[in-house]
C-alpha cells in the first residue's frame, strides 16, 4: 500500500538521501510561495518609524502597496527567497530525519540508502 500512496519510497520505510533532499527542498519552496505576500506586508509595516507612519494595519499596506506598485510588489524578491529556501529545508529535513534513524532504529542495524531515487 505504501509503494502506490509513494511510489519514490522504498518498502522499508528508508528513502534515500537524495529524496530527502529533495522533499524538504519542495516543502520549503512550497512554504515561501505561501507566505512571502504576508511577509512582505509585515516588512512594511516593520519598516515604519513611529514619527512617519505610512500605513494604518495590514489591510491598508496591502491595499496601498498594490495600488502604487501593483501585485507584482508582493513577489518582488521571492526567487532569492526560495533558492534559499530549498537549500536550507532540503539539508534541515534530511539532518532530522537521519538523526531519527540514528537515534530510533539502532536495533535494525540498517544504513542510509545514498543511490538516486529521481
Known amino acids: 500500500m505504501r509503494e502506490k500512496l509513494h511510489p519514490g519510497c522504498r518498502r522499508s520505510g528508508q528513502e534515500s538521501f537524495d529524496t530527502m533532499l529533495i ?4 516543502a520549503g519552496v512550497a512554504s515561501w510561495m505561501c507566505c512571502y505576500p504576508l511577509d512582505v506586508v509585515k516588512t512594511r509595516l516593520q519598516a515604519q518609524t513611529p514619527t512617519t507612519l505610512k500605513y494604518n494595519g495590514i489591510v491598508d499596506c496591502l491595499r496601498k502597496s498594490v495600488t502604487n506598485e501593483g501585485y507584482g510588489v508582493l513577489f518582488r524578491g521571492l526567487g532569492t527567497a526560495v533558492s534559499r529556501a530549498f537549500v536550507v529545508n532540503g539539508a ?3 539532518a532530522y530525519e537521519t538523526a531519527l534513524r540514528v537515534f530510533f532504529n539502532n536495533e535494525n542495524h540498517e544504513t542510509l540508502q545514498t543511490d538516486s531515487a529521481i
Open 23 to 26: 522533499a524538504g527542498g519542495l
Open 92 to 94: 534541515i529535513f534530511t
